[in-house]
């Protein structure tokens, strides 16, 4: 079962950042120290010091759920055992 200690830290640190803000979402339906995009593009006008700066909660979070994606898929295409069955029997992975 150790297998699954990947999962379960992505899906526990995704859950607790999305608790976060959820949380802490102020008056005007944001979340303070996140910084919001409208456009993908964006990211590309930014300078280095916002990706450490007020952009790394919004970034952190995009990158750790991705991260969770990765490993589900992982998981399942692994270790198709039991274990794993409910994904692979209701089409998780997704198919190409």
Same mark, same amino acid.
């Given at each position: ?13 995704v ?8 949380? =802490?979402?102020?008056?005007n339906?944001s979340?303070?120290p996140a +910084? @919001?995009? #409208? ?7 930014? /300078?280095?010091?916002w ?8 970034? =952190? ?6 991260c969770?994606?990765? +490993? @589900?898929? #992982?998981?399942?295409t692994?270790?198709?055992?039991? /274990? ?11 198919? =190409?």
């Open positions: 079962m150790s297998y699954l200690n990947p999962l379960r830290w992505h899906t526990a640190e859950h607790h950042r999305l608790s976060l803000y959820a949380t =802490s979402v102020d008056r339906g979340y303070p +910084q @919001m995009l #409208r456009e993908p593009k964006e990211l590309d006008e930014q /300078t280095e010091g990706f450490a700066g007020s952009g790394i909660a919004l970034i =952190s979070s995009v990158w750790m759920t991705s969770l994606f990765s +490993q @589900m898929t #992982r998981t399942g692994t270790y198709p055992s039991s /274990t794993c069955r409910v994904w692979t029997t209701h089409g998780w992975p997704p198919s =190409s």
